[in-house]
């Protein structure tokens, strides 16, 4: 098993620019989330999904949209990049939900100028 | 929604030394309480975990211990070792009970070991 996979590593945008980070896991998980880490922050909820179809808002959601229409598949995506955004993404996915333990990806590092 | 407030923010400890590292937690439903570890440059990776249902869970060196009463909850590490350095993150969720399901993390404690 892969686990969870995430594309690109790292990615440089201008502001304005959109784009959509990648993840995808191989272990049959229902619950999948996006998380954003920056210095001193710990990870933040961006958006959750706890099945195919099924996505729901998390703690910072505000330019970001997610889609779930298969279970592997969790894509992230920034509608208008803004320095703001400059950060560490971190896609995790677990069984049926937050309450076990959540298997993370290895991140992806977003630049935006 | 769950705050979660982590405490210290960084720990610098000599090898063999114990670790202790708190959070607090503000909604009184939140049962599962995790906590993460992340090595530089790492992705973050479960080390202990509790349930409300329990006081304290030991794994080897690491422990956890959690007061429902006060809302807060210690990850302790004992003989620290150079490979115990990384940054700690505590988590808090309250699962299906409530309308979000999530899990919400403190701001991560950085641990030093001294060799």
């Known amino acids: 098993n892969a686990g969870v996979t995430q594309t690109p590593k790292f990615q440089v945008l201008k502001t304005g620019q959109s784009m959509t980070l990648q993840c995808a896991q191989d272990?049959?998980?229902?619950?999948m989330s996006w998380y954003r880490q920056d210095p001193g922050m710990g990870l933040r909820l961006i958006h959750y999904s706890v099945g195919a179809g099924i996505t729901d808002q998390g703690e910072v959601p505000n330019g970001y949209n997610v889609s779930r229409s298969t279970t592997e598949d969790f894509p992230l995506r920034l509608l208008s990049a803004a320095p703001s955004q400059t950060s560490v993404y971190f896609c995790?996915?677990?069984?049926?939900?937050?309450?076990?333990?959540?298997?993370f990806g290895p991140g992806t590092r977003l630049l935006v100028l | 929604g769950e705050n979660v407030e982590q405490h210290p923010s960084t720990l610098s400890v000599q090898e063999g030394d114990s670790a202790v590292i708190k959070c607090t937690y503000s909604?009184?439903?939140?049962?599962?309480f995790p906590w993460y570890k992340q090595e530089l440059g790492k992705r973050p990776q479960l080390i202990i975990d509790?349930?409300?249902?329990?006081g304290e869970k030991k794994d080897q060196r690491i422990a956890v211990t959690l007061n429902k009463t006060a809302k807060h909850f210690s990850l302790h590490i004992t003989e620290t070792q150079p490979e115990d350095s990384a940054v700690y993150f505590c988590a808090a969720s309250s699962g299906v009970r409530t309308g979000r399901r999530a899990l919400t993390f403190g701001s991560g404690t950085r641990l030093q070991v001294q060799p």
């Open positions: 272990m049959n998980h229902e619950y």
């Open positions: 995790a996915s677990s069984y049926l939900g937050p309450q076990e333990t959540q298997y």
């Open positions: 909604d009184s439903a939140s049962n599962y």
């Open positions: 509790i349930r409300s249902n329990v």
